[in-house]
């Protein structure tokens, strides 16, 4: 089991920046891809950004390419997602995913972290 708590949320400003954690504990943190998704009151959650466990390559959905940067602290077991140019758009609930296997693949997170809300004002 992997247990997953994330914390940074809060409001913002549109253009402003939050940065999120998540932190891991239970199984070997570094073995696993990790990734942040978001998701909005009757909508399905998507995915934001991953990482891989070993290589450190990223990957980003096309809404937030050039803005967020997701990154990994093997030796704190956290994963970290920095948000910069925040859009009212961004406006949802934030969860940290992890899982065995390849990084960009949704299906692969198994275990998530009970969110955290990010609310961008206009």
């Known amino acids: 089991q992997v247990q997953l708590v994330e914390s940074g949320g809060g409001l913002v400003q549109a253009g402003g920046s939050l940065r999120l954690s998540c932190a891991a504990s239970?199984?070997?943190?570094?073995?696993?891809?990790m990734g942040w998704f978001r998701q909005v009151p009757g909508g399905e959650r998507e995915l934001v950004a991953t990482?891989?466990?070993?290589?450190?390559?990223?990957y980003y959905g096309d809404s937030v390419k050039g803005r967020f940067t997701i990154s990994r602290d093997n030796a704190k077991n956290t994963v970290y997602l920095q948000m910069n140019s925040l859009k009212p758009e961004d406006t949802a609930v934030y969860y940290c995913?992890?899982?065995?296997?390849?990084?960009?693949?949704?299906?692969?997170?198994?275990?998530w972290g009970q969110g955290t809300q990010v609310t961008v004002s206009s």
């Open positions: 995913g992890a899982g065995f296997g390849d990084y960009s693949d949704y299906d692969v997170y198994d275990y």
């Open positions: 990482i891989s466990w070993n290589t450190g390559s990223t």
């Open positions: 239970g199984r070997t943190f570094s073995s696993f891809a």
